[in-house]
């Protein structure tokens, strides 16, 4: 089941320690997306591919591997080893590999909605993150990660909604103020996702 409630604030000590927790929170959110996967898999499995997170990355490519020689624990709040370290994490993470063999591909994913173009009270255009506060309470995760959602007709939806959307993927690197997205998606259709025994 998807834990949707709001989250305690970030209890670590320095932006430097949330960074890391961020990043704990991109394998937090690939773990669930699997669950969100399996719940949606059979009614769509003959016209639609439904994707977990972790199909977003390359197998080979490693998100903690910048952090793995970085003595973190010692990186003082506003010190210039923390303005190196966050540089060099964006630099990396901006610039996440996308699989290319999903272009094309007609697919639907779950996950988490961050506004960006409204139309009157409705939204045109949002990104869809693997976990709650990405891109909004906590560093955007990387761009394999953040997949930029383009509606056919805007949608009344809000900050944090979990969706299910379904639409054709392509490769396309956007910087849209919120994050950088590696992926888009053009919806055919969101809707609310819910859970296979109803519970959201």
């Not at 439904?50 to 003082?76: G, N, Q, S």
């Not at 639409?167 to 053009?186: A, P």
């Amino acid at each position: 089941m998807i834990h949707t409630a709001r989250p305690r604030p970030l209890a670590a000590s320095t932006p430097a320690l949330a960074l890391m927790l961020a990043a704990g929170l991109f394998f937090l959110g690939a773990t669930h997306s699997a669950a969100w996967a399996q719940a949606g898999s059979a009614r769509q499995a003959q016209t639609v591919r439904t994707l977990t997170w972790e199909e977003l990355v390359p197998k080979d490519w490693d998100p903690m591997a910048l952090f793995r020689d970085k003595p973190t624990a010692l990186i003082r709040e506003g010190s210039a080893a923390e303005r190196e370290l966050m540089r060099e994490m964006r630099e990396v993470w901006d610039k996440a590999p996308t699989r290319t063999e999903l272009k094309g591909q007609r697919v639907r994913l779950p996950g988490y909605v961050v506004p960006l173009d409204m139309v009157g009270d409705k939204l045109q255009d949002f990104l869809l993150v693997p976990y709650f506060g990405a891109c909004v309470h906590s560093p955007p995760p990387p761009a394999n990660q953040i997949v930029h959602i383009t509606l056919k007709k805007p949608q009344a939806l809000r900050t944090m909604d979990v969706v299910w959307v379904t639409g054709v993927m392509d490769l396309e690197r956007q910087d849209t103020g919120m994050g950088v997205s590696g992926y888009n998606i053009r919806a055919d259709g969101v809707e609310p996702y819910k859970a296979p025994d109803g519970k959201r």
